[in-house]
């Protein structure tokens, strides 16, 4: 279903009403319509993603009850795949940022962001994009430049696209099959019951497993290792 036949629904959860309140606020500052469901603790935030209402994104705290950093994050993204998860933590390290991408989060917000900040971060994974902050994106390219290994943080989960099948989870194979047929996002979204956004979502983490930059290349490869499995 799309956005223009119902309100957008973002899920914040955090064990801080502070916090949650003031992800609330941005989140109407950016869509007046939204609707947005409060979760406190893990256990309330995966019943609220397994209720009847559709999720559009979830904000999450990395270190709220029950949630166990990462691990948490992973299983959310391997339960609800068609639910972009944007980490919105006080840790800021390398280390907490990667392990969340790598996990399955589209984006990674440090509590001491600012409102234009955090906004501009939701409007992009809402539109498929990932959020990396800008600052670790900068200590990153320096490390690769000093002859370091960069942290691939721009590729989360993908370790080269050799993980998994192709290194993409099933949803994500049903949109490469269906973009190999040569149909659009909003074609994609109808057939699949997705959000044109949420389609957005899965084409660039598509891309980042196959290390390729557009959807021609993405369906030249898709071709490629078929004829190599089949071989």
């Known amino acids: 279903m799309d956005h223009d036949e119902r309100p957008l629904r ?52 990395l270190l709220m009850p029950g949630m166990n950093g990462a691990a948490g994050i992973r299983k959310i993204c391997h339960g609800w795949p068609d639910v972009p998860v944007i980490v919105v933590s006080v840790k800021d390290d390398i280390a907490a940022i990667r392990e969340s991408l790598e996990a399955g989060a589209m984006g990674y917000i440090p509590k001491t ?44 989960g993908t370790k080269g696209g050799k993980s998994g099948h192709m290194g993409l989870t099933p949803r994500q ?21 997705l959000t044109p956004g949420t389609v957005k979502m899965h084409t660039s983490r598509i891309f980042r497993s196959l290390n390729v930059e557009n959807r021609t290349e993405a369906v030249a490869r898709y071709a490629e290792l078929k004829s190599l499995a089949n071989y």
């Open 10 to 61: 973002i899920v914040v959860a955090d064990d801080h009403a502070l916090v949650r309140g003031g992800l609330a606020l941005m989140v109407k500052i950016f869509d007046k319509n939204a609707t947005i469901a409060e979760t406190s603790d893990f256990a309330e935030t995966l019943a609220c993603l397994a209720g009847d209402e559709p999720v559009d994104l979830l904000l999450s705290d």
């Open 173 to 193: 194979m049903e949109v490469l099959e269906l973009m190999a047929l040569g149909k659009s996002n909003k074609a994609i979204a109808s057939r699949l019951g």
């Open 113 to 156: 962001s600012s409102p234009e900040i955090t906004i501009s971060a939701i409007k992009l994974v809402l539109s498929g994009g990932v959020y990396v902050p800008p600052d670790v994106l900068r200590l990153t390219r320096s490390m690769g430049k000093r002859g370091q290994e960069p942290d691939e943080l721009n590729e989360p």
